[in-house]
């Protein structure tokens, strides 16, 4: 296994980063594969007999993890290449991934779908609450009894049993929130149901056609994937394929904000800006200048930026998952900035790191104020969640001094090598251990 991989998965060993605030962020970085379109599209992959080739998968932990809980089902998972796998689900016979993965990683509940689709059941240890709040799975549930299972919970796990033995059976599903998760797992099970479903109030993300996309490739016949009503029109046998990852709109959303902080000029290529509107419109709103091709965003910064409101909303909307970033960022801008976060319960977890560094934040209820302008000052600061740790690397690039960034294992959960991207962008980052105390080297900008 790889010293990435072994890093990334193993629990903190201790490690922190140290980022010396102040440096100009300048040149060209390409994004990586979506994190939170490979791991469902990887959970396909239960649903049919033989090898799938997926490309433009990123290198993090959550995909590493989302590979052993796909052996821990018996598929064959292997690296083709830095970025590809190749994944033969022909021997899958455990109907219920490992619970200690599961309880690592939320999107593990993604193998409900294909597993009920395939075998008739699935039984998931319940993924928990995590730091953005308790993060339940009823509507994946909804789903999949809309669709002829039967449920059977305890304080444990879930398991889920077709009621006719032979396949899911198409109907019509009203989704009281448009859940990426639920739509995805509904999207997989229907797949293979027999007659044709109707999902209502369906999330909308890139993501989401991303693997409607696999799907039809596969040989399902999904209408209208990226609207709030899907049509799947079910069928008997699905096969494999070769299918290539849309980029990271969240990871490229990061980059921008970061580039924004420290008032650089970065060009992001491998990109899909229609994916980034809503981001782009509001970074444009802070004074940044903007320009983009079909692949490719250009991000110009000022030294001054202009402080901007951000309500999150489900795609097309603004992304809870830009959200902790965006709220670093406006730490700089001068005036105030109300943050509304409409998604998750948790999501202001950054603001107590950042108030460390001195930020100026006020949170009521999922309500956040905050007034920029004042000079952060690096501190130590422990990273809470993923995109929190984003958020805290961002505010050191431009806080006085240097920042050390512990709680790595969130980090690399939802980043592919963060450091060497930021590096060759002139950030002046480092990974140190504890243990040994000694910099692997302050890279040269
Ligand atoms: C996906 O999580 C993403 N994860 C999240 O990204 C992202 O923040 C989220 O969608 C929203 O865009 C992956 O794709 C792997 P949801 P998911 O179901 O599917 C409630 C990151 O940082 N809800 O749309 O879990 C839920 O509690 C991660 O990359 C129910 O009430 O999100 C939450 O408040 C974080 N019942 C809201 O809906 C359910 O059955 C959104 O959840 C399911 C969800």
Known sequence: MSNLARRSIMPDTGNYLTIEGGHRLSGEIGISGAKNSCLPILAATLLVKGACHIENVPRLSDIFNMAKVLRSLGATVNWTGRHSLSIDTSNVSCLEPDPVLVQKMRASVLVLGPLFARFGQAMIPLP????????????????????????????????????????????????????????????????????????????????????????????????????????????????????????????????????????????????????????????????????????????????????????????????????????????????????????????????????????????????????????????EVNAPDIRAAAALLIAGLWADGSTRLKGLGHLYRGYEDPVGKLSALGARIAENNFVTDTATGISQG
């Open 128 to 379: 928990g609450g995590c730091s953005l709040g308790k993060r339940p799975i009823d509507l994946h549930l909804l789903g999949m009894e809309s669709l002829g299972g039967f449920v059977a919970e305890n304080d444990e796990a879930v398991t889920v049993k077709l009621t006719n033995g032979r396949r899911p059976v198409g109907t019509t599903i009203n989704l009281n929130f448009p859940s990426v998760g639920a739509t995805e797992n509904i999207l997989m099970a229907s797949a293979l149901a027999e007659g044709t479903t109707i999902l209502n109030n369906a999330a909308r993300e890139p993501e989401i056609i991303d693997l409607a996309n696999l799907l039809n490739k596969m040989g399902a016949k999904i209408v209208d994937a990226g609207e709030s009503t899907i049509i799947i029109v079910g069928t008997s046998e699905l096969r494999p394929v070769s299918h290539r990852v849309i980029p990271d709109r969240i990871e490229a959303g990061t980059y921008i904000a970061a580039t924004a902080i420290t008032a650089g000029k970065v060009t992001l290529t491998d990109v899909c800006t229609d994916h980034l509107t809503s981001l782009l419109q509001r970074i444009s709103s802070t004074g940044c200048k903007i320009t983009t091709e079909i692949d490719k965003i250009t991000i110009d910064a000022p030294d001054v930026l202009r402080s901007t409101d951000v309500r999150t909303q489900p795609y097309p909307g603004f992304p809870t998952d830009v959200q902790p970033q965006y709220m670093a960022l406006m730490t700089r801008a001068s005036g105030e900035s109300i943050f509304v976060e409409k998604i998750f319960e948790r999501r202001f977890l950054a603001a107590d790191e950042l108030r460390r560094m001195g930020a100026d934040i006020r949170v009521i209820d999922n309500c956040a104020l905050v007034n920029g302008g004042r000079k952060l000052t690096g501190c």
